[in-house]
């Protein structure tokens, strides 16, 4: 069964500075994304950035990029120039790729970020 | 555009009642799911749909009963409310099942069973 870990329960970044959140999966599946949801007080879940496993190119969105490392099952979070906007929970999640699932997501425990003025 | 809409946002239950969580969607996505987040942790499967009149079980079904007559609505029912229930439910849909295509989440039912 494929599992998702995130090893930082909490963490804490000072304003325009840059945080790395970690994430590591387990999958036998060749064929998979992997996904960064920002979840605010408000409980909305919000797609922040996606990564296709085939993909060698690490993907980045603004502020945002990510280290996908796949021999090593690592996916971690880069938040650059961070904002006090930025402060939420972030959820990690794989979803197998056609075929391998019905479109459902396997989340990790999530990351609380902070972010000091 | 309203997207995924769930139905109430918070409700407060005694042990032994039941409920019905609403959810409906309005673009016409075949692919819906229910989710459940308990206190600290991440989101886990309960059941899931992949268009009206065909449901299955996701990881964490047990006490819970679905069902999808149309393609917009998809209510998950909890008949005998227990304390392990006390979570917040998201409800999710998607075009097409595969995770190419992204989830639409409402925003969330919170649940206490008291």
């Known amino acids: 069964a494929q599992t998702v870990t995130q090893s930082q329960p909490e963490m804490s970044v000072q304003e325009a500075e840059t945080v790395t959140l970690s994430c590591t999966y387990d999958?036998?599946?060749?064929?998979?994304?992997l996904f960064w949801y920002k979840q605010p007080p408000s409980r909305q879940m919000i797609l922040v950035i996606r990564q296709e496993a085939y993909k060698q190119q690490n993907a980045t969105e603004n502020r945002f990029s990510v280290n996908f490392q796949k021999a090593a099952k690592s996916f971690s979070l880069k938040i650059s120039d961070s904002q006090l906007g930025d402060a939420a929970m972030y959820f990690c999640a794989y979803g197998a790729g056609y075929g391998g699932s019905q479109g459902n997501l396997i989340f990790g425990k999530g990351t609380k970020l902070s972010v000091k003025p | 555009n309203a997207g995924v809409t769930q139905t109430p946002k918070f409700r407060i239950l005694k042990i032994g009642q039941s409920m019905t969580l609403q959810c409906t969607q309005d673009m016409n996505h075949n692919y819906m799911y229910w989710y459940r987040q308990d206190p600290g942790m991440g989101l886990k499967l309960i059941y899931y749909s992949v268009g009206a009149g065909i449901t299955d079980k996701g990881e964490v079904p047990n006490g819970y009963n679905v069902s999808r007559s149309t393609t917009e609505d998809f209510p998950l029912r909890l008949e005998l409310a227990a304390p392990s229930q006390t979570s917040v439910y998201f409800c999710?849909?998607?075009?097409?099942?595969?995770?190419?295509?992204?989830?639409?989440f409402g925003d969330g039912t919170r649940l206490s069973i008291l």
């Open positions: 999710a849909s998607s075009p097409r099942g595969t995770v190419n295509q992204p989830q639409h």
């Open positions: 999958t036998s599946e060749s064929d998979y994304y």
